[in-house]
């Protein structure tokens, strides 16, 4: 049971279920119009011409009066539905076809029809649809042909999809998305398909035309409008006569019927064809279009773009590589029709300004006839161009002018050979790109290896390039700072027997290589240089050269030289990707030198620091005598030394005893005993600390290192610390106090940074403190010195971090970030001695306060002790106004000497006092250091209110004298 009988019978069950019959008529009479409407011949456009055209569509009707269901007076009948149906029916049978140059509706393609399949039912409302489609017959043929056109292009590239799977996978792509041009309409059908028999919609090509008004007067079609793609048709159209060659036709390629698709242009469509690589497939398609246009010879010519990015054409293919044309003047003619983007039909070249015929020899070569077409992509714009010269009729020898036809037909395969051309043009660049990449990738891979020689590296680099580029050799100009011309050497790599040869030679000033290089040296842009045939006696040993400047810091050029595989009467040129690939080269060759002069740089430093530590360590060794001194004396007791007063003073300590003295605090916090430390090592250590201290630094000196240390001793002795702290962090506080300021300048960071010294170049922060820890390392390791060689590789570790820590803290800038925290801690009691974030800090607070403990000495030591760190920083500001012409601050200018207790009380307030006291609050014992700055702070506030009662007292006398002169002057007067 076909559609229609399963349509009829839901027909009549709806009736009666409704109660209704008047549709059933209505029904049976469509079956048999649509029964009627199957068994008509289909009309082709070849019998369009036997047709009258009337009107503006050429409508030839002999009862169209009524136009549907509308009367002349524009007014409905009112003689009910099923009249108006009938009445329709009626003017629909003796309807003719509508006929219009290049386009057809026949009975069976009629609007009713078309709805009908776009799923209109029978009823009221597809009544008043097709009479809305009678009076506007214009709109409606739009319609459809326009909405056909979109519904026919998915069904067939979906077949043709489904052919190309079969043939070529990969060439899927390729052909979806993109309308052909077509030849000529097919010829008459063959044969007659009942609807129910046809499983899918067959298609034949052609001719796609948007606007009727488009076309020419004479009823053919301008070559501008010359569009394409796959129409389903009527059942009446054969499967054999409408599908394409490439679907349906077992005619061998090669073969061409102007009516329809060519099969030879389409197995190249969805076949893995290189045209633009193989000039075999090139020279098939050129032969192929020469025997179909009955042409003596083809060419054709891509669209390229020069250096500049103008377009232009590139090399002429030709179909007769033996012909004699001179296509030098038939670039004239592809000029034109690329500018153009239009066919151009020449019939007579000896009537044409642009060809010069007297150039030509009297012969049959000599072109007569030239019939030029523009190659298209699937976006309409202009990739190349094609030429046919001379037509001759087909079996005679009489010459013959390119017909209108022949340019159709030429049109059309041009859309398809744009196609194929553009996907060949897409893979090869794809490839090309591919193959770059990887060639790239290969070359960065290369340059991040180290190399024993600059001609190792360089021959690895050009290994790589120079099969891809087919060059005979290649040649890497260098230049140095220290050479006095153009270029300091030359490397020479040439490939022989898949073997890659690097000779360095000397740079020849005659070698015309040189004198290109230098040209490019000089100019800074890629040079593409070729040897013609009539140069090659002047110079015999290049045919062709490239060469590209190296760019950034490393100078110097990259040349390729002869293209091989060069036939003697030819010479090869080097192609534009060949220029890309030595530029990319030649970058990679730059950062491969400036990679091994790092390198070089890099090694020579290393060796340089070699030996600056191994006359370093030997300035730092102090001698066998003071080390078998210190070792052989008698170490007095931690009480005779008083370290462990916090009031302790080294004023009248020699630098025997301060020595013994620092030993003493080692020996009373057993760390020789923990941590195995060989006493002659451990003397050896303090020695060599104190020769690090430079002797001409006034207050950052060795006393300094030893009050620290002995503040760091007396607060670790301690009931609170000395129970809460491991041994290892007590050597580190130990070895970090008395190394805090080993080898200072007697400057702060700020002049350091400002005077740009290599510390702050090597640091960047912190410079001063940094150094401190480096000098510490250099001792630690120092050979005799090594006071940590016994602990573990985890001890060593994790002493060396906290030393370095504990160094760093001692920077004021540091101190401030982290006392709001410990204060916090302090003012709460939260402290806890487990938490390892919170023992870190406690460690930083107590180097700082063991830095700064000279404000908590008795008055007469921390007296002298500011007077010393005020010469020191007096000192740096005369060198500040000195050197850099600016004011220093207030505590670093001499002017404000007078202002000392001043300051030094705004510093007690500022840094010392707030550190204290929260110390004191953690750790009870160390409150001899809150009372000791609190002390002081009295002394330096009443020097500052002397000093004020001084400035007051000096302000009365002099005031006085003024009224006293003031008196006398005015006694006198009187």
């Not at 195995?676 to 090592?681: A, G, L, N, R």
């Not at 503040?711 to 008395?738: G, R």
Request: with cysteine; aromatic share 6%.
């Amino acid at each position: 049971m076909n559609r229609y009988q399963i349509h009829r019978q839901l027909t009549e069950s709806s009736s009666r279920r409704s109660g209704r019959s008047s549709n059933l008529p209505i029904s049976i009479c469509i079956w048999e119009r649509r029964k009627k409407r199957e068994s008509m011949p289909c009309l082709h456009t070849e019998s369009l011409s036997s047709l009258p055209a009337e009107g503006r569509y050429g409508v030839t009707s002999t009862h169209r009066g009524s136009q549907g269901s509308r009367s002349k007076s524009g007014k409905k009948v009112k003689n009910g539905e099923k009249g108006a149906r009938v009445e329709r029916n009626d003017s629909e049978k003796e309807q003719s076809v509508i006929t219009s140059a290049g386009w057809f509706f026949s009975p069976l393609w009629n609007p009713g029809a078309k709805t009908q399949r776009l799923g209109f039912r029978m009823g009221q409302e597809s009544e008043r649809v097709k009479a809305w489609l009678d009076d506007h017959s214009d709109s409606a043929r739009s319609y459809f042909s326009r909405s056909s056109r979109y519904w026919v292009n998915g069904c067939v590239e979906r077949a043709q999809a489904a052919q190309t799977l079969i043939t070529e996978p990969r060439s899927r792509m390729t052909i979806l998305g993109r309308r052909r041009v077509s030849h000529p309409v097919c010829g008459p059908s063959r044969g007659i398909l009942h609807p129910v028999t046809m499983k899918r919609p067959h298609s034949f090509s052609v001719h796609q035309i948007d606007n009727p008004e488009s076309l020419d007067p004479g009823g053919g079609h301008s070559c501008q409008s010359l569009q394409s793609t796959y129409f389903p048709f009527s059942p009446c159209v054969s499967r054999s006569t409408c599908l394409p060659h490439s679907l349906s036709s077992s005619r061998p390629a090669g073969q061409c019927r102007r009516g329809e698709s060519c099969n030879f242009m389409m197995r190249l469509v969805g076949g893995p064809n290189r045209p633009l690589q193989n000039k075999n497939i090139c020279l098939q398609v050129l032969q192929h279009l020469c025997e179909i246009t009955q042409a003596q010879s083809c060419c054709f010519s891509m669209m390229t773009v020069d250096k500049t990015g103008v377009k232009c054409l590139g090399p002429v293919f030709q179909s007769n590589e033996e012909s004699v044309y001179d296509y030098t003047q038939a670039e004239c003619i592809m000029g034109y029709v690329v500018s153009t983007g239009r066919p151009l039909n020449i019939r007579d070249a000896r009537e044409d300004p642009r060809f010069q015929i007297e150039l030509y020899e009297a012969g049959e070569d000599r072109p007569r006839s030239i019939l030029s077409v523009p190659i298209l992509n699937h976006k309409k714009e202009v990739i190349g161009v094609f030429m046919a010269v001379n037509k001759s009729r087909q079996g005679t020898c009489i010459d013959s002018c390119f017909s209108e036809e022949d340019e159709k037909v030429l049109s059309s395969h041009m859309v398809l050979f744009g196609l194929i051309l553009e996907n060949s043009q897409l893979c090869e660049s794809s490839e090309q790109e591919s193959k770059r990449n990887q060639i790239l990738l290969e070359l960065a891979q290369l340059v991040s290896h180290d190399y024993p020689s600059v001609d190792d590296m360089l021959s690895k680099l050009a290994a790589v390039i120079l099969p891809v580029t087919k060059a005979q050799f290649c040649t890497v100009f260098i230049s140095d700072d220290s050479s006095t011309g153009p270029f300091s050497r030359m490397v020479h790599i040439e490939e022989t027997n898949h073997c890659v040869q690097c000779s360095p030679r000397d740079c020849d000033t005659s070698d015309i290589s040189y004198v290109y290089a230098v040209h490019v040296q000089n100019s800074m842009e890629t040079l593409n240089f070729v040897n013609r045939p009539a140069q090659i006696s002047k110079v015999p040993q290049i045919r062709s050269l490239i060469g590209t400047p190296l760019r950034g810091k490393q100078r110097g050029v990259c040349q390729l030289v002869n293209k091989r595989n060069v036939a003697l009467a030819e010479t090869e040129v080097f192609s534009r990707a060949d220029e890309l690939l030595l530029e990319d080269f030649a970058v990679y060759c730059a950062l491969g030198l400036q990679n091994f002069n790092m390198q070089q740089m890099a090694d020579k430093t290393r060796a340089r620091l070699a030996v600056n530590k191994e006359v370093l360590s030997y300035q730092i060794s102090v001698s066998q005598e003071e080390i078998h001194d210190l070792e052989e004396s008698l170490i007095p007791s931690a009480d005779a030394l008083c370290l462990l007063d916090f009031g302790f003073s080294d004023f009248n300590m020699s630098q025997t005893a301060m020595t013994q003295a620092v030993v003493r605090m080692f020996l009373d916090l057993n760390l020789p005993q923990d941590f195995s430390i060989d006493y002659k090592t451990l003397c050896q250590w303090v020695l060599s600390i104190r020769k690090c201290y430079r002797n001409n630094v006034v207050y950052h000196n060795w006393s300094h290192a030893l009050r620290t240390a002995q503040c760091m001793f007396a607060m670790l002795q301690t009931k609170e610390l000395k129970s809460h702290f491991s041994s290892l962090e007590v050597l580190a506080l130990m070895i970090a106090s008395l190394s805090h300021d080993l080898d200072h300048r007697g400057v702060n960071n700020s002049y350091i940074e400002r005077s740009n010294q290599p510390l702050a170049q090597l640091y960047g922060h912190s410079s001063l403190e940094h150094h401190h820890y480096d000098m510490c390392l250099l001792i630690l390791n120092n050979p005799g010195s090594q006071i940590l060689s016994s602990l573990s590789l985890k001890e060593y570790r994790t002493c060396v971090q906290m030393i370095e820590k504990n160094i760093l803290a001692t920077d004021l800038f540091i101190y401030i970030e982290k006392r709001t925290k410990f204060f916090k801690l302090a003012q709460n009691n939260s402290c806890l001695w487990k938490d390892e974030g919170h023992r870190e800090l406690l460690r930083s607070m107590l180097m700082t306060a063991s830095d700064i403990c000279a404000i908590t000495k008795p008055w007469p030591v921390q007296k002298r002790i500011a007077e010393l760190v005020a010469t020191e920083f007096y000192a740096q500001g005369d060198r500040e106004k000195c050197e850099f012409n600016i004011q220093p601050i207030d505590v670093m200018d001499r002017e404000n000497s007078s202002r000392l207790p001043h300051m030094q009380v705004d510093y007690i307030d500022g840094i010392c006092s707030p550190l204290y006291e929260a110390l004191a609050s953690i750790c009870e014992s160390c409150s001899p250091l809150k009372e000791g700055c609190r002390r002081n702070k009295k002394h330096w506030q009443q020097l500052v209110d002397s000093r004020k009662e001084e400035e007051s007292l000096k302000i009365k006398r002099q005031n006085g004298e003024r009224e006293e002169a003031s008196l006398t002057l005015s006694g006198g007067h009187s």
